[in-house]
């Protein structure tokens, strides 16, 4: 258990050296990832992803030119609201591209990181597949 969200100074690092509009986002999907459980906790991967884990990866963002990709690392996550925008057939992760000036449902970009918490606390999405029988990864 934490007392708070358990944030990593390489993240910050991370988010204040992109433009104001993606820095933003950034501390909004951050703000939604430790929203959705207390014991959210981040780290840099990849040399300087930054990704937002609790019993396995949830999201990991990364900033392009001209958007913000927030990689959903869950293929059985519900979309139920279609915030989902790349990727959608992808084995492992889907992801929600946000370009500047986007309307973002915030609120079910939360419902889906509650929904992979859930499934990683349940032993990961890749068990809870092969418990389902389903093939592939």
């Not at 950034?26 to 981040?42: F, L, S, T, W, Y």
């Not at 949830?58 to 915030?83: E, R, S, T, W």
């Not at 915030?106 to 389903?134: H, I, P, S, T, Y």
Request: hydrophobic letters at 40%.
């Amino acid at each position: 258990m934490t007392d708070g969200p358990r944030q990593d100074p390489r993240v910050d690092e991370y988010i204040d050296r992109l433009p104001e509009w993606q820095q933003a986002i950034c501390r909004r999907v951050r703000a939604e990832a430790h929203a959705a459980d207390p014991e959210v906790h981040e780290t840099i991967k990849r040399t300087v992803r930054p990704y937002f884990v609790l019993q396995g990866n949830i999201c990991a963002l990364l900033a392009a030119k001209d958007h913000v990709n927030v990689f959903i690392y869950d293929p059985l996550a519900p979309d139920p609201n279609g915030i989902i925008n790349q990727g959608q057939g992808n084995a492992t992760a889907r992801s929600v591209q946000i370009y500047r000036g986007d309307d973002v449902d915030w609120a079910a970009m939360q419902e889906m990181f509650r929904a992979v918490v859930a499934n990683n606390r349940a032993g990961g999405w890749r068990r809870l597949k092969a418990a389902r029988g389903d093939k592939g990864a």
